[in-house]
């Protein structure tokens, strides 16, 4: 009866939309909470249509009862929806460790609203993100994320949902692997921290009658800020690096 009402190629063409929908939705870049959500779905639409050609040989024949369409509708977005999760977690690399730098340079009061997460955030966090976001653009590593969809048809075949070990265990694995890279990228600051306020403590003994915060912290912004103009060009590359591994490896999985 479904057969009758929906021609095979439409149905195919919006299972792949279904797709490519809740992956641009999530998605770094044109995920954003302030990209509007026809310009997401817009762009979803034109990447349906230039892959569906590829992809539609692997997309199965419409099923006759609504609860086999449900399931069969639920396992593409679900399969979107860990793609943009990937990217989104990759990305969160640079959220980890710029909040970390902000707190360890005394400008973790320095918030503003972050575009990329849709909340308040420490500045030094707002502008490695974005300036992370350029740079995929800019070193077209955004590709890997647009094979990775393709690609998802190999790894993810329509009208099977993914386990449910192997998902968690991604997860697992992407998270710590932003949050290790977050932390090596901060960890300059961590350690000039450290031996800043080790060397104010030995000050405020040794003078106790000067405000030694009243001096340290600008000192300590002023050399955190020249810290981060020397050490952000190899952080970036780190990053860039990071993003394109992760993503190698999960075009590798198929």
Known sequence: MLSELLPIDVFGVFLVFVRMGAALMIMPGIGEAYIPVQIRLGAA????????????????????LPIQLFFLILGELVIGLLIGAVARLTM???????????????????????????????????????????LIFASGLHMLTLRALADSYILFTPGSLPNVGDFSALAVKY????????????APFIVFSLTFYVGLGVLARLLPQIQVFFIGIPLQIFIALTILSIVIAPAMIWFLDHFEVRFIELLADR
């Open 175 to 186: 998270i710590s692997s932003s949050f290790k890279v977050g932390i090596q990228i901060a």
């Open 45 to 64: 639409a034109m990447l349906t249509l230039a892959i569906s050609p590829i992809v539609l040989p692997t997309v199965p024949t419409l099923p006759e």
């Open 92 to 134: 969160s690399a640079l959220h980890v460790a710029g909040t970390v730098i902000a707190f360890q340079s005394s400008l973790g009061f320095a918030l503003f609203v972050d575009p990329t997460q849709g909340t308040q955030g420490a500045l030094v966090a707002t502008f490695l993100t974005l300036l992370g976001l350029v």
